[in-house]
C-alpha cells in the first residue's frame, strides 16, 4: 500500500487545529474525526513494514550477488518474502560464523528467543527479524521449519566431525528448511502444489549448500574448525573422496531440475537462474583436484554470471529450460 505521509501528517493538523469538538458530538460523528488518525497510524506502520524489508535487501545485495539476481528474477510481488527469509537465515548464520569475539551461544539464544516471540505478536523492532515474521505469519510457515534451521544453527556452535546422521539432520537445518520456506511463497496457499514440490525443493537447498561446503572447505577447517562432510579428512582428502561428494550432488541437482520446471511462473525462472548459477560452479569445482579448492575459493566471475543470466532468460523465454 503506497501513501503520502504528508498528506495524512496535514489532514490531522487540519483536524486538531481548525475543528473544536464540542463534548455533546454525536458517536457517528466523532468517529469522522478518527478517521484521518487510523489512516496515519496505518500509513506510519506501512512505512516500517518497507523499511524492514529494505533492510532484508540491502543485506541480500551485501551478501549474495547471485541469490540477488535469482530474487530479482522472480515476479515481483515475491521479491520482499524471499528477502525476509534470505536475510533472516544470513544474519543468523553470521552470528555462529563470525562473532567470534563475542559469546556466540547468548547472542543465537536471544535471536531464537527474539524470533518466537515476534513471530507470536506479529512485530519486532528488530528490522530482519520483524520482516522474517511478517513471512511466516502471512505464508503460514510452519515453526517446526524454523526450529530445524535454529538446530542446525546450534550445531555449529560446537564443531565437532559429523556422521551420516548429524550431516543429514545439519543439511535439513541449515539449507533444505530454506527451501521449504521459499516455496510456501512460491506457491501461495496452493497446498497440493506444496505438498508435491516438497521434495524437490529440499533438494535443491541441500545441493545448494553442499556445492557451499566444497567450496569453503578450506575456510570452514582452518577458520572454523569443521569439516562438514562424513568421514574427510581434510589434511588427506582424496580424488575418490571428492567424487562420491560430487555424485551426490550430482543426484540432488537432477531431482530439483524436475521440480522446478513444476513451479508456478512466477517463482520458475528466478529458481531456474540461481540454480544455474549454482551448477555452473559446481561444475567449476568438479573440474580441479582436490588441491586446488584446499588452496583458493573458486567463484563465478561477473561476465560468465552475465552469460548465464542471458541464456538463461532466453531459454525461459523459449520455454525450453
Same mark, same amino acid.
Given at each position: 500500500m503506497k501513501v503520502r505521509i504528508?498528506? +495524512?501528517?496535514?489532514? $490531522?493538523?487540519?483536524? +486538531? &487545529? #481548525? &475543528? #473544536?469538538? @464540542?463534548?455533546?458530538?454525536? @458517536?457517528? #460523528?466523532?468517529? &469522522?474525526? +478518527? &478517521? @484521518? $488518525?487510523?489512516?496515519?497510524?496505518l500509513a506510519m506502520l506501512s512505512l516500517f513494514h518497507k523499511t524492514t524489508f529494505d533492510c532484508s535487501r540491502l543485506i541480500t545485495q551485501a551478501y549474495s550477488t547471485s541469490f540477488t539476481l535469482g530474487i530479482k528474477a522472480l515476479d515481483s510481488k515475491l521479491h520482499e518474502a524471499i528477502y525476509g527469509i534470505y536475510a533472516f537465515v544470513r544474519y543468523a548464520d553470521e552470528i555462529v560464523d563470525t562473532f567470534h569475539d563475542f559469546d556466540k551461544a547468548t547472542l543465537l539464544t536471544e535471536f531464537k528467543a527474539n524470533t518466537y516471540t515476534a513471530i507470536e505478536r506479529g512485530i519486532s523492532t528488530n528490522p530482519v527479524i520483524h520482516s522474517y515474521q511478517m513471512v511466516v505469519n502471512k505464508y503460514h510457515i510452519e515453526r517446526e521449519l524454523t526450529e530445524a534451521f535454529f538446530n542446525? /544453527?546450534? /550445531?555449529?556452535?560446537? @564443531?565437532?566431525?559429523?556422521?551420516?546422521?548429524?550431516y543429514k539432520e545439519y543439511i535439513y537445518g541449515s539449507a533444505e528448511v530454506v527451501g521449504l520456506m521459499c516455496l510456501r511463497v512460491f506457491c501461495e496457499g496452493d497446498k497440493a502444489a506444496y505438498n508435491r514440490l516438497k521434495e524437490p525443493a529440499r533438494r535443491l537447498g541441500s545441493a545448494f549448500q553442499k556445492v557451499n561446503f566444497l567450496r569453503d572447505i578450506r575456510n570452514d577447517y582452518q577458520n572454523l574448525g569443521r569439516v562438514y562432510f562424513p568421514n574427510v579428512d581434510f589434511t588427506n582428502f582424496q580424488v575418490s573422496a571428492k567424487k562420491a561428494i560430487e555424485a551426490d550432488i550430482e543426484a540432488d541437482f537432477e531431482a530439483a531440475y524436475k521440480g522446478i520446471l513444476e513451479l508456478p511462473k512466477s517463482a520458475r525462472f528466478g529458481v531456474y537462474l540461481a540454480y544455474r548459477y549454482y551448477k555452473a560452479l559446481f561444475l567449476k569445482i568438479k573440474n580441479v583436484t582436490p588441491e586446488v579448492i584446499k588452496k583458493e575459493r573458486l567463484r563465478i566471475p561477473n561476465p560468465t554470471k552475465a552469460y548465464i543470466l542471458l541464456k538463461s532468460a532466453i531459454r525461459n523465454y523459449a520455454n525450453v529450460m
Open positions: 504528508g498528506y +495524512f501528517r496535514c489532514l $490531522n493538523l487540519l483536524f +486538531f &487545529i #481548525k &475543528i #473544536k469538538v @464540542p463534548y455533546t458530538l454525536q @458517536p457517528s #460523528k466523532c468517529l &469522522i474525526l +478518527f &478517521i @484521518p $488518525n487510523a489512516l496515519f497510524t542446525s /544453527m546450534e /550445531m555449529d556452535l560446537h @564443531p565437532s566431525d559429523y556422521s551420516s546422521d548429524s
